[in-house]
């Protein structure tokens, strides 16, 4: 079983939608949970820290469930900047570990 | 201010050439890291430095890859006798420390791009 798994997608939704993804991890000491975003030939940038007790940040939701060993990102009014692929990060301790990431296309 | 900056951002080199990479953290970034990233992949954890401290160099794939950080700001990652599968992205990041939280958000380059011919 592989450490950190994600959905490759692609999800293809249309502007406005709300999309929901969910990542599971599979060690129970894990303590750090990131959603990273990436576009096409770039750099992974931080979109945001995922804490226990939930996190949102403007259109952006993150949860983190241990006992289930899960984490999700939800994204409400989807815009077309939106478009990217989504890596789910897990650590404990260093170093992190990354998923292959979740491709979404937001359409016109 | 800046951000984690890395050169040459594309290198091409012949089978068995050396090659050298290099990354410059954000000021003040007690940890960096390497990373290398497959096409279609999530970026894939090479080693791990804090300060000038090699503290984790498990994800080196091979003997031929060694990294550097002497001063404990600067890296150059080597990659010795290049062979045609260490064709890749090759990223590195920084962050504050490792404390964990906010002090462990890693901040990324944007990478050399290697392709051996």
């Known amino acids: 079983r592989k450490e950190v798994e994600q959905d490759p997608g692609p999800f293809n939704v249309p502007e406005g939608a709300t999309v929901a993804f969910n990542c599971t991890y599979s060690?129970?000491?894990?303590?750090?949970f990131f959603w990273y975003r990436q576009d096409c030939r770039k750099e992974p940038k931080l979109l945001m820290s995922v804490y226990s007790s939930g996190n949102e940040d403007g259109r952006f939701t993150a949860q983190l469930n241990r006992a289930s060993q899960y984490i999700s990102l939800l994204i409400r009014d989807s815009k077309l900047s939106d478009s990217a692929t989504y890596l789910c990060v897990v650590g404990a301790g260093t170093p992190l570990v990354f998923g292959k990431g979740t491709r979404l296309s937001v359409i016109a | 201010g800046a951000g984690v900056s890395q050169s040459p951002r594309y290198k091409v080199a012949k089978r068995g050439q050396d090659v050298a990479l290099r990354c410059d953290p954000i000021?003040?970034?007690?940890?960096l890291f390497w990373y290398q990233q497959a096409l279609g992949q999530g970026p894939e954890f090479l080693t791990y430095f804090q300060n000038e401290a090699q503290l984790d160099k498990s994800g080196l794939p091979s003997d031929r890859f060694f990294a550097e950080r002497p001063e404990g700001s600067v890296s150059t990652l080597k990659i010795q006798r290049t062979q045609q599968e260490d064709s890749a992205v090759y990223l590195c990041a920084s962050s504050l420390g490792t404390s964990g939280g906010a002090l462990y958000e890693q901040y990324f380059g944007p990478g050399t791009r290697l392709t051996v011919t």
């Open positions: 060690n129970s000491a894990s303590q750090s």
């Open positions: 000021s003040g970034h007690v940890s």
